[in-house]
């Protein structure tokens, strides 16, 4: 505290926010945020503007500005893109942005191991130079990750299967386009870790990119199970929507059964496509394959009568047609 007379240094209205608590990271509100908002997360991408100053002199060494974006992006704990790599942020901008509410503006007082350390930044940051950041937060999202972000398969599985239970819950409020769009994440990050190429532009139907793994072969037992359930909810989902796609359905079938070829639930679900599309021989056969594999499945049994059904009155309707048309009682 200083002594009466004495102003106090201006670090006196700062606080400490670094992780060590020894003063290496200070920081001082210049303009309260929206406090009912939260803070961003871990992997969040936050979007701010900042100006950057030695500490020392006031010089000016970088700011948002000066980059001729709108405002600067970055992803806490995973730094920072100009598009084509990535670059480390500041361990200040790290851990100080994470402390702040939406439009928040601050400063962040940094010694150098929250900075550019005893290497600097040359030439315009000496080395163990003390830095000051102005910074003002505007927003945060939840990081949308790429397959290729993510360094083993076993996160790029875990992150297909949370798709998935987001999925599995938008089902039960029965939002398909919503659910549809979960698994179609999913579905992705298996793919990729199945080899999977791209064959094209994403799927009009169904919003997937076009990849084939073949049978899955470099699928582990679990990843196989994982991308056939999502395949499958995903073809419920595009025959549930309004107007229904059995098309993209079928599609979506026809990968799965690539990987698990007896797999009753996805050969009842291409059937069901089929019966929507009036393909009744296709059905016939469809439910006849699954009785094959199991001979108890009483709604393949009815799917398959009323498809023969469906067959002998499509028939008797092309006879009485053609009856008019040519005459013929």
């Known amino acids: 505290m200083a002594a009466d007379g004495e102003e106090a240094p201006p670090e006196a209205e700062f606080i ?10 200070l920081k001082k509100i210049l303009k309260e945020g929206w406090t009912d908002g939260g803070k961003p997360a871990e992997t969040n991408d936050v979007l701010i503007h900042y100006t950057a100053k030695l500490h020392a002199d006031g010089t000016k060494f ?9 405002q600067f992006q970055f992803q806490i704990g995973s730094g920072a893109s100009d598009g084509s790599s990535k670059f480390a942020i500041t361990r200040a901008f790290e851990v100080g942005v994470a402390s702040m509410h939406k439009r928040e503006k601050c400063i962040l007082i940094a010694q150098p ?8 930044s040359p030439p315009k940051v000496p080395k163990d130079a003390v830095l000051e950041f102005e910074v003002e937060i ?23 299967l949370k798709h998935k239970e987001q999925g599995n819950e938008e089902i039960k409020a029965k939002e398909w386009r919503a659910a549809l769009k979960k698994y179609a994440v999913g579905i992705k990050f298996v793919e990729y870790s199945g080899g999977g190429k791209l064959q094209g532009e994403d799927d009009q139907e169904g919003g997937f990119r076009m990849c084939d793994i073949g049978d899955g072969a470099k699928l582990s037992p679990d990843d196989k199970k994982l991308y056939v359930a999502l395949l499958n909810n995903s073809a419920m989902c595009l025959l549930k929507m309004d107007g229904g ?41 469809a439910t006849e394959r699954i009785l094959g594999l199991d001979g108890a499945n009483t709604e393949a049994q009815k799917m398959r009568q009323d498809a023969i059904a469906k067959k002998d009155a499509s028939k008797k309707n092309q ?9 013929v009682t």
């Open 113 to 120: 191991n929250y900075g550019y350390g005893s290497r600097g």
């Open 62 to 70: 970088d700011a948002s500005m000066d980059r001729g974006v709108k």
């Open 138 to 160: 505007f927003a945060w999202q939840e990081h949308v990750w790429e397959p290729d972000e993510m360094n083993s398969d076993a996160a790029r599985s875990a992150h297909a």
């Open 245 to 285: 796609l059995p098309a993209g359905a079928i599609e979506l079938c026809n990968k799965a059964l690539a990987v698990e070829p007896t797999n009753v639930k996805v050969l009842y679900r291409r059937a069901q496509a089929y019966f929507e599309k009036g393909e009744w021989e296709l059905v016939i056969e």
């Open 16 to 25: 400490d926010i670094s992780i060590e608590q020894d003063g290496s990271l």
């Open 319 to 327: 006879r009485a047609v053609y009856g008019k048309m040519f005459g």
